[in-house]
């Protein structure tokens, strides 16, 4: 088992090579790029180009077909926390964004991930818009491992007003009595 200050280290060497690969250049020719080459450029355009966003955990919704009504009862459903991140709007209306969050989980536990998040969108009626995407991170809680940094991608759903502030879920599968929550936000782009 790890101990405290290296599961701290490998989180921050962690983070260090995943916003490390938003920087690196990219070949110089738009043409014959490959799916990475495009990635790389779409991760570095985003670092450079994305403007500050704020986001703001909302409700913690753990579905109810998953857990017993006292499981429910004890849970946090209101997690205090707050993250910072850079996103930016492609010119077909993408959203792409990095990110780090800080909150409190279903046991009123620190909850930390930094990542990436992709959206695309529909237009509902004037200026809103729905939009489905996902989210790549890298998380650490209190009741996997002591905070052992893991890896984990998300599905998300959005409502957006305006490319301004959207309200947010990801998905987090599971079983009985774990997993198959909602983690919902709001996000304001500035």
């Not at 990436?116 to 989210?135: E, L, Q, R």
């Amino acid at each position: 088992m790890l101990g405290k200050p290296t599961r701290q280290l490998l989180f921050i060497s962690c983070t260090a090579l995943f916003v490390g690969t938003a920087q690196a250049e990219p070949p110089s020719s738009e043409e014959g790029k490959g799916w990475l080459a495009r990635t790389t450029t779409s991760l570095k355009e985003t670092w450079n180009e994305g403007t500050p966003e704020v986001y703001v955990p909302v409700f913690t919704w753990h579905l109810p077909w998953a857990y017993t009504r006292q499981q429910i009862d004890e849970y946090n459903n209101f997690p205090l926390g707050l993250g910072l991140g850079r996103g930016r709007y492609t010119e077909d209306g993408d959203w792409h964004g990095f990110y780090a969050m800080g909150f409190q989980d279903s046991h009123s536990k620190p909850q930390y991930q930094v990542g990436y998040g992709y959206k695309t969108f529909w237009p509902v009626s004037g200026d809103f818009k729905a939009g489905i995407g996902y989210t790549v991170f890298i998380g650490a809680r209190a009741n996997w491992n002591d905070y052992t940094p893991f890896p984990a991608v998300l599905p998300i759903i959005s409502l957006e007003y305006a490319k301004k502030v959207s309200l947010d879920a990801a998905y987090v599968p599971g079983g009985n009595g774990n997993g198959n929550v909602l983690f919902i936000w709001t996000k304001f782009h500035l």
